[in-house]
DNA sequence: TCCGATAAGTTTCAAAATGCAACCTATTCG
DNA sequence: CGAATAGGTTGCATTTTGAAACTTATCGGA
């Protein structure tokens, strides 16, 4: 496999898989078109309708995404329409989604504020995500660290 | 508690949570701040250094995360410089911070490239970070939905 | 077969965000 | 006191984003 950036461009910082993730969906908008074809969206239309997003701006995004390997594009059988569908690591950004978004349950929205609630298949919210250390024990931020590779 | 994005500006989907993060964090460089807070950054300078982020941006940046309660900023003893330390909220996001970094090291490095890699206490690396069901099982993007409310 | 509607863009141009470099101010160290 | 360090701010050029109009292709019905 080859992972690139788009041609001209260089990582932010090349050995950090953090830094890479948000070079290719940390804008404004990737992460929300994941969000919703996660949820079922597959058409150009479809996303521009609950996204609110300029059409030249969604287009540039699903090229990317495409070309990024989060997507997969391809023709509608009634022949007007394409399909965008999420490729297995579009599916795997799943986690990261969850993660930003039980964050946001907890520290975006006022204590009597209402938002939308991720259910599993029998309508039961899911529990917190939460990083383990090899022990088996919650880990924080202060009892980890980044090795750097040479 | 009261949450609020800058004056004048407003959610982009208010009612979703992944939105709200979105609108919070989700730029090019407010995630890796967050990253090196984590790591142990504390200084402007060191942010700066750190990132090659431009002066006037991480002056931007680093004001928004206080506002939005992310960071803490205080005098540090020395008097020349300022500390800017993860609140609470900020240390919560360590959650997310795996989530992007574990996908990124599983889809944005070919096989053979290092990158670096974050390891507990003990110098071992975390085990995946996967959402479950409320029975225990792994749950997938297709098993789960979003339930709106009103 | 022609017609209107739908889908998926592209183009144009204005506005906002970003980045670079130079400048500024306070503090501390020698 | 003077130089160095920290943490900015300002001005200006470049890049990205956004809104709206225009384009092309397809489909379904009259």
Same mark, same amino acid.
């Given at each position: ?34 969000? &919703? ?7 150009? /239309? %479809?996303?521009? +309708?609950? $996204?609110?997003? =300029?059409?030249?701006? @969604? ?18 059988? &009634? ?7 999420? /490729? %297995?690591?579009? +599916?795997? $950004?799943?986690? =990261?989604?969850?993660? @930003? ?18 259910? &599993? ?30």
């Amino acid at each position: 496999m080859d992972v690139t950036l788009a041609a001209g461009s260089a990582w932010t910082d090349p050995a950090c898989p953090v830094a890479r993730t948000v070079d290719l969906i940390g804008d404004r908008w990737s992460l929300l078109i994941i969000r &919703d074809a996660m949820d079922g969206a597959t058409a150009f /239309t %479809e996303f521009h +309708q609950r $996204l609110g997003i =300029a059409r030249n701006i @969604l287009t540039d995004r699903l090229r990317k995404l495409v070309e990024h390997g989060i997507l997969d594009k391809s023709a509608a059988t &009634d022949g007007r329409r394409h399909t965008y569908r999420l /490729t %297995e690591a579009g +599916q795997d $950004l799943f986690t =990261a989604v969850v993660a @930003l978004r039980q964050w946001g349950e907890r520290h975006a929205f006022a204590p009597d504020e209402p938002h939308s609630v991720l259910v &599993d298949g029998h309508g039961r919210e899911l529990p917190e995500l939460r990083p383990l250390g090899q022990d088996g024990a919650p880990l924080s931020a202060e009892a980890s660290h980044v090795r750097k590779t040479v």
